[in-house]
T-cell receptor
Framework: NAGVTQTPKFRILKIGQSMTLQCTQD?????MYWYRQDPGMGLKLIYY???????DKGEVPNGYNVSRSTTEDFPLRLELAAPSQTSVYFCASSSLDRAYNQPQHFGDGTRLSIL | AQSVTQLDSQVPVFEEAPVELRCNYSSSVSVYLFWYVQYPNQGLQLLLK??????LVKGINGFEAEFNKSQTSFHLRKPSVHISDTAEYFCAVTPNRDDKIIFGKGTRLHILP
Protein backbone atom coordinates (compact mmCIF):
# COMPACT_ATOMS: atom_id res chain seq x y z
CA ASN A 1 0.00 0.00 0.00
CA ALA A 2 1.86 3.07 -1.29
CA GLY A 3 -0.51 5.74 0.12
CA VAL A 4 -0.05 9.14 -1.53
CA THR A 5 2.69 9.36 -4.14
CA GLN A 6 4.02 12.63 -5.54
CA THR A 7 6.33 13.10 -8.50
CA PRO A 8 8.77 14.63 -9.09
CA LYS A 9 10.45 15.09 -5.70
CA PHE A 10 12.53 18.05 -6.91
CA ARG A 11 12.31 20.40 -9.88
CA ILE A 12 13.89 23.64 -11.01
CA LEU A 13 11.98 25.74 -13.52
CA LYS A 14 12.72 28.93 -15.36
CA ILE A 15 10.33 31.86 -15.12
CA GLY A 16 7.50 31.43 -17.59
CA GLN A 17 7.86 27.67 -17.99
CA SER A 18 4.99 25.33 -17.23
CA MET A 19 4.86 21.99 -15.49
CA THR A 20 2.54 19.49 -13.88
CA LEU A 21 3.01 18.09 -10.39
CA GLN A 22 1.66 14.59 -10.22
CA CYS A 23 -0.23 13.08 -7.29
CA THR A 24 -1.78 9.66 -7.05
CA GLN A 25 -3.30 7.72 -4.18
CA ASP A 26 -4.22 4.06 -3.93
CA UNK A 27 -6.57 4.22 -0.92
CA UNK A 28 -9.74 4.95 -2.92
CA UNK A 29 -10.11 8.27 -1.12
CA UNK A 30 -12.61 10.71 -2.53
CA UNK A 31 -11.09 13.85 -1.04
CA MET A 32 -7.79 15.13 -2.36
CA TYR A 33 -5.92 18.35 -1.64
CA TRP A 34 -2.97 20.41 -2.79
CA TYR A 35 -1.07 22.53 -0.28
CA ARG A 36 1.98 24.71 -0.53
CA GLN A 37 4.35 25.16 2.38
CA ASP A 38 6.51 28.25 2.70
CA PRO A 39 9.00 28.74 5.55
CA GLY A 40 7.30 30.01 8.70
CA MET A 41 3.92 30.12 6.99
CA GLY A 42 2.49 26.66 7.60
CA LEU A 43 0.41 25.01 4.92
CA LYS A 44 -1.87 26.92 2.57
CA LEU A 45 -4.61 25.14 0.63
CA ILE A 46 -4.36 25.69 -3.13
CA TYR A 47 -7.13 23.49 -4.53
CA TYR A 48 -9.14 20.53 -3.36
CA UNK A 49 -11.45 17.94 -4.83
CA UNK A 50 -14.32 16.02 -3.24
CA UNK A 51 -14.49 13.44 -5.99
CA UNK A 52 -13.76 12.70 -9.63
CA UNK A 53 -14.88 15.59 -11.83
CA UNK A 54 -15.26 18.03 -8.93
CA UNK A 55 -12.66 20.61 -7.91
CA ASP A 56 -12.74 23.83 -5.94
CA LYS A 57 -10.42 26.66 -5.01
CA GLY A 58 -8.68 26.87 -1.71
CA GLU A 59 -6.98 29.80 -0.06
CA VAL A 60 -4.26 30.51 -2.68
CA PRO A 61 -5.41 29.24 -6.13
CA ASN A 62 -3.99 31.99 -8.36
CA GLY A 63 -1.43 30.74 -10.86
CA TYR A 64 -2.50 27.10 -10.56
CA ASN A 65 -4.98 24.73 -12.18
CA VAL A 66 -6.14 21.24 -11.30
CA SER A 67 -8.17 18.44 -12.78
CA ARG A 68 -9.65 15.26 -11.33
CA SER A 69 -10.55 12.80 -14.04
CA THR A 70 -10.12 9.74 -11.83
CA THR A 71 -10.41 8.99 -8.11
CA GLU A 72 -6.71 8.15 -7.95
CA ASP A 73 -5.08 11.13 -9.64
CA PHE A 74 -5.08 14.84 -8.84
CA PRO A 75 -2.44 16.71 -10.88
CA LEU A 76 -1.53 20.34 -10.20
CA ARG A 77 -0.56 22.51 -13.16
CA LEU A 78 1.56 25.66 -13.18
CA GLU A 79 1.06 27.44 -16.51
CA LEU A 80 3.48 30.37 -16.24
CA ALA A 81 5.94 29.76 -13.43
CA ALA A 82 6.80 32.77 -11.27
CA PRO A 83 9.42 33.14 -8.49
CA SER A 84 6.59 33.50 -5.94
CA GLN A 85 5.67 29.89 -6.67
CA THR A 86 8.95 28.61 -5.27
CA SER A 87 7.75 26.39 -2.47
CA VAL A 88 7.26 22.84 -1.26
CA TYR A 89 4.03 21.33 -2.54
CA PHE A 90 2.15 18.62 -0.69
CA CYS A 91 -0.68 16.48 -1.94
CA ALA A 92 -3.02 14.88 0.60
CA SER A 93 -6.10 12.67 0.62
CA SER A 94 -8.86 11.61 3.00
CA SER A 95 -11.84 9.28 2.82
CA LEU A 96 -15.41 10.29 1.96
CA ASP A 97 -17.11 9.15 5.10
CA ARG A 98 -16.84 11.75 7.82
CA ALA A 99 -13.96 13.48 6.09
CA TYR A 100 -13.65 15.80 9.05
CA ASN A 101 -13.11 12.73 11.19
CA GLN A 102 -10.30 11.28 9.17
CA PRO A 103 -6.67 12.31 9.21
CA GLN A 104 -5.35 13.43 5.93
CA HIS A 105 -2.66 11.26 4.38
CA PHE A 106 0.20 13.25 2.93
CA GLY A 107 2.72 12.63 0.20
CA ASP A 108 6.40 13.39 0.76
CA GLY A 109 6.27 16.65 -1.18
CA THR A 110 7.65 18.22 -4.35
CA ARG A 111 10.33 20.84 -3.85
CA LEU A 112 9.99 23.41 -6.64
CA SER A 113 12.33 26.30 -7.36
CA ILE A 114 11.59 28.97 -9.96
CA LEU A 115 14.66 30.84 -11.15
CA ALA B 1 -14.06 31.78 10.29
CA GLN B 2 -11.70 29.45 12.03
CA SER B 3 -8.06 30.16 12.75
CA VAL B 4 -5.18 28.48 14.51
CA THR B 5 -2.35 30.20 16.36
CA GLN B 6 0.83 28.45 17.38
CA LEU B 7 2.39 30.77 19.86
CA ASP B 8 6.02 29.71 19.43
CA SER B 9 7.79 29.42 16.09
CA GLN B 10 10.74 27.60 17.68
CA VAL B 11 11.15 25.74 20.95
CA PRO B 12 14.58 24.58 22.16
CA VAL B 13 14.60 21.96 24.89
CA PHE B 14 17.22 19.67 26.39
CA GLU B 15 17.04 15.95 25.75
CA GLU B 16 14.97 14.09 28.39
CA ALA B 17 13.33 17.33 29.52
CA PRO B 18 9.56 17.88 29.24
CA VAL B 19 8.11 20.04 26.47
CA GLU B 20 4.84 21.84 25.77
CA LEU B 21 3.97 23.22 22.35
CA ARG B 22 1.15 25.71 22.50
CA CYS B 23 -1.84 25.97 20.20
CA ASN B 24 -4.89 28.21 20.41
CA TYR B 25 -7.80 28.29 18.02
CA SER B 26 -10.78 30.47 17.31
CA SER B 27 -14.10 29.21 16.00
CA SER B 28 -17.78 30.01 16.27
CA VAL B 29 -18.68 26.32 15.97
CA SER B 30 -17.45 23.09 17.49
CA VAL B 31 -14.24 21.82 15.98
CA TYR B 32 -12.07 18.79 15.66
CA LEU B 33 -8.41 19.35 16.56
CA PHE B 34 -5.24 17.69 15.32
CA TRP B 35 -1.51 17.71 15.84
CA TYR B 36 0.75 16.68 12.99
CA VAL B 37 4.52 16.14 12.92
CA GLN B 38 6.78 16.77 9.97
CA TYR B 39 10.26 15.24 10.00
CA PRO B 40 12.88 16.77 7.69
CA ASN B 41 12.16 16.25 3.99
CA GLN B 42 8.96 14.34 4.66
CA GLY B 43 5.23 14.94 4.55
CA LEU B 44 3.02 15.39 7.60
CA GLN B 45 2.05 12.52 9.88
CA LEU B 46 -0.82 12.54 12.33
CA LEU B 47 0.29 12.55 15.99
CA LEU B 48 -3.12 12.69 17.65
CA LYS B 49 -6.60 14.09 17.29
CA UNK B 50 -9.46 15.31 19.45
CA UNK B 51 -12.93 14.54 18.17
CA UNK B 52 -15.06 14.32 21.31
CA UNK B 53 -15.14 12.75 24.78
CA UNK B 54 -12.13 12.82 27.07
CA UNK B 55 -10.25 16.08 26.83
CA LEU B 56 -6.89 14.38 27.32
CA VAL B 57 -5.81 12.72 24.11
CA LYS B 58 -2.88 10.35 23.83
CA GLY B 59 -1.01 9.96 20.56
CA ILE B 60 1.97 8.22 19.09
CA ASN B 61 5.57 8.54 20.26
CA GLY B 62 4.57 9.41 23.83
CA PHE B 63 2.83 12.69 22.97
CA GLU B 64 -0.44 13.83 24.50
CA ALA B 65 -2.61 16.92 24.20
CA GLU B 66 -5.36 18.44 26.29
CA PHE B 67 -8.40 20.15 24.85
CA ASN B 68 -9.47 23.16 26.91
CA LYS B 69 -12.70 24.57 25.56
CA SER B 70 -12.85 27.58 27.89
CA GLN B 71 -9.35 28.65 26.87
CA THR B 72 -9.76 27.46 23.27
CA SER B 73 -6.44 25.68 23.51
CA PHE B 74 -5.02 22.33 22.47
CA HIS B 75 -1.46 22.24 23.81
CA LEU B 76 0.84 19.33 22.95
CA ARG B 77 3.03 17.81 25.67
CA LYS B 78 5.66 15.15 26.12
CA PRO B 79 7.20 14.35 29.53
CA SER B 80 10.66 13.46 28.18
CA VAL B 81 11.88 14.29 24.68
CA HIS B 82 14.46 12.49 22.57
CA ILE B 83 16.72 13.61 19.76
CA SER B 84 14.41 11.78 17.38
CA ASP B 85 11.60 14.23 18.26
CA THR B 86 13.42 16.97 16.35
CA ALA B 87 10.81 18.05 13.82
CA GLU B 88 8.22 20.67 13.02
CA TYR B 89 4.84 20.33 14.67
CA PHE B 90 1.59 21.64 13.26
CA CYS B 91 -1.67 22.20 15.06
CA ALA B 92 -4.77 22.01 12.86
CA VAL B 93 -8.53 22.44 13.17
CA THR B 94 -11.48 21.21 11.13
CA PRO B 95 -14.97 22.63 11.69
CA ASN B 96 -17.46 19.90 12.48
CA ARG B 97 -19.30 20.04 9.21
CA ASP B 98 -16.53 21.06 6.88
CA ASP B 99 -13.94 19.01 5.08
CA LYS B 100 -11.01 21.42 4.97
CA ILE B 101 -8.33 21.41 7.62
CA ILE B 102 -6.80 24.73 8.69
CA PHE B 103 -3.18 24.56 9.79
CA GLY B 104 -1.18 26.70 12.15
CA LYS B 105 2.20 28.07 11.05
CA GLY B 106 4.14 25.36 12.85
CA THR B 107 6.53 25.10 15.79
CA ARG B 108 10.03 23.84 15.21
CA LEU B 109 11.22 21.68 18.10
CA HIS B 110 14.99 21.68 18.65
CA ILE B 111 16.34 19.02 20.97
CA LEU B 112 19.61 20.03 22.63
CA PRO B 113 22.04 17.30 23.73
Amino acid sequence: NAGVTQTPKFRILKIGQSMTLQCTQDMNHNYMYWYRQDPGMGLKLIYYSVGAGITDKGEVPNGYNVSRSTTEDFPLRLELAAPSQTSVYFCASSSLDRAYNQPQHFGDGTRLSIL
Amino acid sequence: AQSVTQLDSQVPVFEEAPVELRCNYSSSVSVYLFWYVQYPNQGLQLLLKYLSGSTLVKGINGFEAEFNKSQTSFHLRKPSVHISDTAEYFCAVTPNRDDKIIFGKGTRLHILP
